[in-house]
Nanobody, 124 residues
Framework: QVQLVESGGGLVQPGGSLRLSCVVSGATLGRYTIGWFRQAPGKEREGVSCSSRLGTTTYYPDSVKGRFTISRDNAKNTVYLQILSLNTEDTAVYYC?????????????????WGQGTQVTVSS
């Protein structure tokens, strides 16, 4: 059974940084495209970044471009999301998800396996 486990969230002051991790177990990471999503209270889950099986990376909302960096270490079966210059609008539960396709997508319906999420709270 393929499982995804996120970690690295926490309480951070505005302007701070975090690195989130998504560890894939039960299968080889290289088989999957991995997306990072977030869901703020009262809002829909939105895609923020993706690392494809092809080795490409994608960032979706303009608000994260230049501040979020996704990377993967296939040897460690882990995908990372580095977040810089955190602000209160980044407060959300962050999820990683897998899809079997070669390319990225920002649609939650196109991912067939999800982690439990890790909470990121940005507050002074």
């Amino acid at each position: 059974q393929v499982q995804l486990v996120e970690s690295g969230g926490g309480l951070v002051q505005p302007g701070g940084s975090l690195r989130l991790s998504c560890v894939v177990s039960g299968a080889t990471l290289g088989r999957y495209t991995i997306g990072w999503f977030r869901q703020a209270p009262g809002k829909e889950r939105e895609g923020v970044s993706c690392s494809s099986r092809l080795g490409t990376t994608t960032y979706y909302p303009d608000s994260v471009k230049g501040r979020f960096t996704i990377s993967r270490d296939n040897a460690k079966n882990t995908v990372y999301l580095q977040i810089l210059s955190l602000n209160t609008e980044d407060t959300a539960v962050y999820y990683c998800a897998r899809r079997d396709s070669w390319g990225c997508s920002s649609r939650t319906s196109e991912y067939n396996g999800w982690g439990q999420g890790t909470q990121v709270t940005v507050s002074s």
